[in-house]
């Protein structure tokens, strides 16, 4: 069944610093993207980050970088250099192929705190 | 290009009352889908549409219905609202063929039941 766990529910980082956040995947679809989303406090929802299941390479996007582990099904986000303004949660979203029905399921979410 | 756009913002029900949250979007997207989003819960799929003429349930279905008879329109109706539908609701679509296929969400409807 398709599932995704973010087992942290609140990280503190100090400003300038790097932080991961952690995300695990379960899915028996062979093909399937990963997605990390922002969420400020003002509630939209930001796409920050793409990896899919056939990418040999971790995504990069500026600051962001998902560190994708296949075989531990694993799709964890970095975040380096740490601003005030990456105060926020933080959603890892699953979506399956054509054998998924192209459902999307989003974890329970990490919030982030940047200290100055 | 309005994007994704969810009537109404905010809305207040009494136990027992139906009503329709509204989704549009401009994009040509195939995929819609509906989402509520609860304090340390994230976002939780409520059902979810492929295509015009095609729905099915996600992970929370039960109290909602939803159809889809034009692309750009995804309506979800709850038929007897009760307390435990209390939450912020998420409207977001996204083409369904491509690969890198990021969701684009509306503003959000929180909603009340009392």
């Known amino acids: 069944a398709q599932k995704i766990t973010q087992t942290q529910p609140g990280m503190f980082v100090q400003e300038k610093e790097a932080v991961t956040l952690d995300c695990t995947y379960d899915t028996s679809d062979p093909s399937y993207g990963l997605f990390w989303y922002k969420q400020p406090s003002s509630g939209e929802m930001i796409f920050l980050i793409y990896q899919g299941s056939y990418d040999q390479q971790n995504a990069t996007e500026g600051r962001y970088s998902l560190n994708f582990q296949k075989a531990r099904k694993s799709a964890n986000l970095v975040i380096s250099a740490s601003q005030l303004g990456d105060s926020a949660m933080y959603f890892c979203?699953?979506?399956?192929?054509?054998?998924?029905?192209?459902?999307?399921?989003f974890g329970a979410g990490t919030r982030l705190f940047v200290k100055a | 290009n309005a994007g994704v756009t969810q009537t109404p913002k905010f809305q207040v029900l009494k136990t027992g009352q139906s009503m329709t949250l509204q989704c549009a979007q401009d994009m040509n997207h195939e995929y819609m889908s509906w989402y509520r989003q609860d304090p340390g819960m994230g976002l939780r799929l409520i059902h979810y549409?492929?295509?015009?003429?095609?729905?099915d349930q996600g992970e929370v279905p039960n109290g909602y219905n939803v159809s889809r008879s034009t692309t750009e329109d995804f309506p979800l109706r709850l038929l007897s609202a009760a307390p435990s539908q209390t939450s912020v609701y998420f409207c977001a679509s996204s083409f369904r063929d491509r690969e890198m296929a990021e969701a684009f969400f509306g503003q959000g409807t929180r909603l009340t039941v009392v």
């Open positions: 979203a699953m979506r399956e192929g054509p054998t998924g029905g192209f459902k999307t399921i």
């Open positions: 549409s492929v295509g015009a003429g095609i729905t």
